[in-house]
């Protein structure tokens, strides 16, 4: 087990009529003006909005809203945040949506209290020093963004994504109420779900031995996961499945599930570049990387894959042929991917095979020039991998 | 899944050298001179507490130290310790050992800036408004108390344990090296180990549904403790062991395996009028309560006591007589018991049967006057349930 630092100061606030604490939340950090960032009508329509502004109005605290989060939150929403915020001299930033707003509203935050361009810090120019008190309404189960210390932002004019992780990035609190999860469609609660679940794998595949715990941990939400995304992609307005996933998908990416080891971040950068290139959703880009890396990486460690295929899906273990319930695992996985109604081939995604070189090329890579840490993969190992998503 | 509020802001060190944060994380929190609490003569024979003192002279940090913590920590030694504090004019607390010196340590600092009597908070009398900050380094796997919102004080002149559950009872810091519990004697060790559990088992029987989350982290921290607990007793100084079990004691304790849910601390309740009466170790009177627990109470729920043996134990299940696969779960945590040198019934424990209507009577009560969620036991149940463990 490696030496390790956690801590989550995040307050969380979780179950129906959370959203009613936003006002009082705010005001506790000592917020006064909130600029509150959301996605599309959605929050509006289904009444979201609403409950939450009455409880800024309860608490005293004013607010400007900024719509328009999209799906790989763009730098350009950024700008226009913080120029909002700062023309309307907000002292504190509520999301209201998935991981998009939230990720978008840490940028703000952090970028209305900073003197040069907030990109710096995505392109690792600056690093982060202060920040505007930030909270978020959860609505959709997918990124972990809510108490996370990381956030993705696009840069429109090159498509290029880039993660930030800091501990400035989590956000005070997070109010998590799974009935505001009804309205989703099914395709976005299954983005959510795989993503979810890469979230825990990334964490899982490690070459550190002796953290029997997290792997425990990590089995026991990747189980949750799998029991429940199902129930809740069927319908949507299921609350007890919704709240396993939302809970699930927090505890999925605070790094409950991933201390005392080195995780391997390869699928999500490799992921990053798909879903910059083709724009499609974060969710479905992992469907169809993260089984060809399973598919690519599988020799490096067949014990492993079995214990996965084994723990996570139930497979019968084959003592003799290890290799065949490691191999049973994988499969086991893309039916579950397939079931929810995720692609998994770089056709059913959009991709194209000729693109593979421009993609490879692109993928944020370790000091040494490889990605990941499991399995240290070049860009002719990028390739290869890719290749076999095309399928 | 109850709705629930989930704020653990206790910032971990974990591993080698983690001692050596003291001083830098007290005077992070403006602390300029501590209070370390401690237990015997141990800490200062394995050098920790040289390492620690050291930690703070680097730090700017000034201290005086205050040992004599025991095993169900006495008011007696509060009093003293609040009464040093103010003489000293201590800014923050520091306790170095186990629960006993944590939970002390949580009532010094609570009662050195309250104009009463710190009982008051212990008996229900006040309740905690400010505290000084206070941090740890734990050398025993146990009680949780590291991030845990609970402390345990006893009453000496009324051998009456009271518990009280406040946030202000978390810990700002808690740094957790394993090495410091290499030499400790595997008896301790096993108490830990059995304390662990409990603390898991109160949560994981419960009678709230859909709380599958939970439910599967409560398993992942069971089965690491019934996997690496033999292997700690046996050889103490088997780092990996101890930070499998270090890790399980706290997440056992800070809520990751309660939210959304309502426990049942019966066992803890009926155990602290063993301990308060007959001054055995905490974790011994749990061997030899919860096991009767679970006998009695098993009935009301026979499919969770089978899901506990099939997913905690590995036992077959009977789809036919599950009754049979409940009472073998038992069993095995009988077994388990036993196997890391706990006593399970009343004469190795050297209760007396004589005195179970004295015991049953003081067991503190829910407002209705049992005592319990899962099974609500009166007197008589309390009573009924102990002769179990006469045996």
């Known amino acids: 087990m490696l030496n390790f630092n956690w801590q989550i100061p995040t307050k969380f606030i979780f179950g129906r009529g959370a959203e009613s604490h936003a006002g009082e939340e705010l005001k506790a950090l000592g917020g006064t003006r909130a600029l509150i960032h959301y996605g599309g009508g959605s929050v509006i329509r289904s009444g979201l909005m609403e409950k939450v502004t009455?409880?800024?109005?309860?608490?005293?605290?004013?607010?400007v809203l900024l719509g328009g989060a999209v799906p790989n939150p763009r730098d350009t929403k950024v700008y226009e945040g913080i120029d909002l915020a700062r023309r309307e001299k907000c002292d504190c930033?509520?999301?209201?949506?998935?991981?998009?707003?939230?990720?978008s509203a840490k940028a703000i935050a952090h970028g209305t209290v900073y003197d040069g361009d907030f990109w710096d810090f995505w392109c690792g120019r600056a690093s982060v020093q202060k920040t505007l008190p930030l909270g978020c309404v959860l609505t959709l189960s997918a990124t972990g963004s809510e108490s996370s210390n990381s956030s993705v932002i696009m840069q429109e004019s090159t498509h290029l994504k880039r993660g930030l992780a800091t501990e400035f990035?989590?956000?005070?609190f997070a109010l998590l109420n799974p009935e505001w999860t009804a309205t989703l469609p099914p395709y976005q609660v299954a983005c959510g779900a795989t993503?979810?679940?890469?979230?825990?794998?990334?964490?899982?595949?490690?070459?550190?031995?002796?953290?029997?715990?997290?792997?425990?941990?990590?089995?026991?939400?990747?189980?949750?996961?799998?029991?429940?995304?199902?129930?809740?992609?069927?319908?949507?307005?299921?609350?007890?499945?919704?709240a396993e996933i939302m809970w699930a998908g927090t505890l999925a990416h605070n790094d409950t599930c991933g201390v005392g080891r080195e995780g391997d971040w390869a699928s999500h950068q490799i992921e990053h570049e798909l879903s910059g290139l083709y724009d499609v959703a974060h969710g479905a880009g992992l469907a169809v990387v993260f089984p060809a890396w399973m598919r690519y990486t599988m020799r490096h460690n067949v014990m492993r894959f079995a214990r996965f295929a084994v723990n996570v899906f139930g497979c019968e273990m084959d003592f003799e042929r290890p290799e065949i319930t490691a191999l049973n695992g994988i499969e086991r996985y893309e039916s579950f991917l397939r079931s929810i109604g995720m692609p998994i081939t770089f056709a059913e995604l959009g991709a194209k095979a000729e693109d593979i070189p421009f993609l490879a090329k692109n993928v944020r890579r370790n000091p040494d020039g490889t990605t990941g840490h499991f399995v240290k993969l070049d860009t002719k190992a990028i390739e290869e991998l890719l290749r076999i998503a095309v399928r």
Chains 1, 2 share one sequence.
């Open 93 to 103: 930033v509520l999301a209201v949506g998935g991981g998009s707003a939230i990720d």
């Open 54 to 63: 009455k409880s800024l109005d309860e608490a005293g605290v004013s607010y």
């Open 195 to 242: 993503d979810i679940m890469a979230h825990v794998m990334e964490r899982y595949f490690t070459n550190e031995t002796h953290v029997t715990i997290t792997d425990n941990l990590c089995e026991a939400v990747l189980k949750t996961v799998v029991e429940y995304a199902p129930i809740a992609v069927k319908n949507p307005a299921d609350y007890d499945a919704q």
């Open 169 to 172: 990035n989590r956000p005070k």
